[in-house]
């Protein structure tokens, strides 16, 4: 995994001489945060897109001015398609993946990966081999403020972290069965697999890999068949432990603490304006505490889906890699999948290197 990158634009900040021209599959609410954020970008351009129902796929294609495809297949295949942003279930992203690849078309996959191991290895070594780009949406660790952590911790400033604490919780009680989230075997682990991954993710960036991990689920408020709380307990390599949290039951919530030998810090967003991606920076705070003081640190902010997206773009055109490519997406996922079996055996899970 990539655990040492500082932020800093490996590409520099050369411009597109031809935007890449891409195909949306999924037109749904995520789906629509991308297109925007294409939209804030010269290096990406949307040229088709394909949902299961047409109307969605029409109005999608009518409001970000793309062509409205028949089939997944006309989608990809589109003359002017060199890649494929994929927004889609969690459960069809390998077999997307692994179709997009067979086009020679490189892979823009939303997290998780994958919803299984087996899945990751076969997505990652069909893109490899065909020599495409598989490049996965963990936004997160992008935000102005994680990389301004991530800044921080290069300089010692908290000294040995030794705790941390994250909760990225969603009320989602009005979950319907029309919804894929709604159903336990579409949606294992419920928010730690959708949300809290997020977390996982940014503390691989910040604090490195994860030894082991116990975990605890259960279904408390919603109708739906999903679990609605998550909680895991991670052990990182270099000592620290960590709880990340989830809820589909609670308001809005983002966070995430750091404990140190030297200071405390708290990444918090106002989640009020989450719907704007661009803002998320806008709403953040971070708070560093050093014995009885307290202080608000700045942060440049950063528009962490055109940033993604532009570097997609980059490594399309063959001009650098992804930061979160196949190996950083499987090692969030190997967490997650850690924390549902030890939810289901009792045990703490060890994970391999």
Not at 36 to 62: K, M, P, Y
Not at 153 to 179: H, I, R
Not at 202 to 222: E, M
């Amino acid at each position: 995994m990539n655990e040492t990158f500082d932020g800093e634009k490996r590409y520099g900040e050369k411009p597109m001489t031809q935007p890449v021209g891409v195909a949306m599959i999924g037109t749904g609410r995520w789906a629509g945060h991308m297109a925007q954020a294409v939209g804030r970008t010269d290096a990406i351009r949307i040229v088709s897109c394909f949902s299961r129902t047409l109307e969605n796929r029409e109005q999608f294609a009518d409001t970000f001015d793309c062509f409205a495809s028949d089939s997944f297949e006309d989608a990809i295949h589109h003359p002017e398609v060199e890649a494929v942003v994929l927004t889609t279930p969690n459960m069809v992203h390998a077999e997307q993946t692994i179709e997009c690849a067979r086009a020679r078309k490189h892979v823009f996959v939303e997290k998780p990966i994958a919803y299984s191991l087996k899945d990751c290895v076969k997505m990652a070594e069909i893109c490899e081999s065909i020599g495409v780009t598989l490049l996965v949406g963990h936004c997160f660790r992008r935000a102005g403020a994680a990389r301004k952590i991530k800044q921080m911790l290069q300089e010692d400033l908290l000294g040995k972290v030794v705790l941390a604490e994250a909760n990225f919780s969603f009320d989602s009680t009005g979950l319907t069965p029309d919804a894929w989230r709604y159903y336990k075997d579409q949606c294992p682990g419920g928010p730690l697999m959708q949300l809290g991954i997020h977390h996982v993710d940014t503390l691989h960036y910040l604090l490195g890999s994860v030894d082991q991990v116990r975990g605890s689920f259960a279904q408390l408020s919603t109708h739906a068949e999903i679990d609605d709380v998550g909680a895991a307990i991670l052990e990182f390599k270099q000592g620290t432990r960590a709880v990340i949290t989830g809820s589909y039951v609670s308001p809005r919530t983002f966070f995430i603490r750091l404990f140190g030998s030297k200071g405390n810090l708290e990444y918090s967003v106002d989640m009020s304006n989450w719907r704007v991606s661009k803002m998320i920076d806008s709403m953040t705070t971070l708070t560093f505490q050093k014995e009885d003081t307290r202080e608000e640190i700045a942060f440049t902010p950063n528009d962490m889906l055109v940033d993604e997206l532009e570097e997609f773009a980059h490594c399309v055109r063959g001009e650098t890699t992804p930061e979160t490519g196949a190996a950083e997406g499987t090692a969030a996922l190997k967490v997650i999948l850690a924390a549902i079996e030890s939810h289901e055996t009792g045990k703490a899970i060890s994970l391999e290197a």
